[in-house]
């Protein structure tokens, strides 16, 4: 599986019918991620990753330990499979004495994500928010601060596409007098993973 083959899935409106026959693989793994979702990693290479996320009331979440404002270290492409996903942009400024947030490094790993404050303290504000439905796909650069917000108690899956560029990091936004800390990613047992892979399927057929 590559990118390109992805994205030409995309281009010709199989989305549906991709997820529905990548569900079926055996040995898929889930992990709850920090940012609020189930995510089924389904392509690891290199600089690029095909992932399947889930936001769902039905399985416990993850609790993040800075915010849900980050940033990628890889350009991504994102298809809505279904439900309601508003990709909101954040205009993140540095501040000085009057920051309300400290700037987090996320380094992830096998064994999960390693956040380490950094020097740079920042105010923000909200930017462009956009409303994606099912069948959308819409890409967000590399570096650009943002949130993905589902509404509450909504359902929604995705397709997430990500291509690594080089030279940049994954960021957060966290308190301002946060440490360094290690966080692992729970991953959901057999029940809940079966449960994660009904729920997707039964939207989709």
Known sequence: MSLSSVHEVLLAGEARSWALAELSRPGLTAVRHPLGFVCLPLEREGGEGVCLHLWTDSLAHAES???????????????????????????????????????????????????????????HTTGLVEVFGPGDTYALAADRFHSSVVPEGGEAATIALGRGRPGSHDLSLGPLAGGPHHVSRQPLDAEERALAIRTITAHLT
Request: glycine fraction near 6%; hydrophobic fraction near 30%.
């Open 65 to 123: 330990t800075t915010s849900q404002i980050h940033c990628h270290s890889w350009d991504l492409v994102s298809h809505v499979l279904y439900g309601q996903v508003r990709n909101v942009h954040a205009v993140v400024d540095d501040a000085g004495e009057e920051a309300t947030h400290r700037v987090y490094e996320v380094v992830s790993g096998a064994d999960g994500d390693r956040i380490s404050p950094t020097s740079r303290t920042v105010r």
